[in-house]
């Protein structure tokens, strides 16, 4: 008897052995695809504030380019004018949503923000610049969470200094 039980049990635990692998594989499978899942949310969650579709009706105004010395940031400004729709369907990676309330790329362009900062220069450049290409604030948008705008040189758009001539 006491050898029958053991062989039983020698048997069972074999199957079980046998059985482990594929189970741990089908545990590590499912393991892995809810990490992939959970990283690509956590991206979702990464991307600042915007509108997701085209805004309905009038939209608020930008500051005037004119009240600027700079000419880099009358330049922006101006751009900024006039693509409205456009940067009120994209987000902003300088985090001004969560610092300032800002609710789209275009929020930053109604107050002195996009004046001061580096990063929304460089997108509403980026974003202008595409939308003359015929891109829409879509694939503006899809560009834009690529990290496309980082590329972009503001040196281009900046009048060249005047050579002193001595």
Known sequence: MKKTVLLFGAAIFVAIWAATPPLARAYRNALAIA??????????QQVPAYHSAAPKGALPAT?????????LTKKAYSYAAKIKPVLYQLPCYCRCDQA??????????????????????KEV????????????????RAGIIRGEW???????????????KQ
Request: some cysteine; charged content about 20%.
């Open 100 to 121: 300032a309330g800002h609710t789209s790329l275009l929020s930053c362009y109604r107050d002195l923000h996009g004046s001061e900062c580096e990063i929304c220069k």
């Open 150 to 164: 980082q590329k972009v040189d503001l040196a281009k758009y900046a009048p060249p200094l005047a050579s002193g």
């Open 63 to 71: 500051l005037p380019a004119s009240g600027f010395a700079d000419p």
């Open 125 to 140: 450049f980026y974003a202008y610049e595409q939308s003359r290409r015929g891109k829409t604030a879509p694939q503006i």
């Open 35 to 44: 990490k992939a899942k959970s990283a690509v949310q956590s991206k979702v």
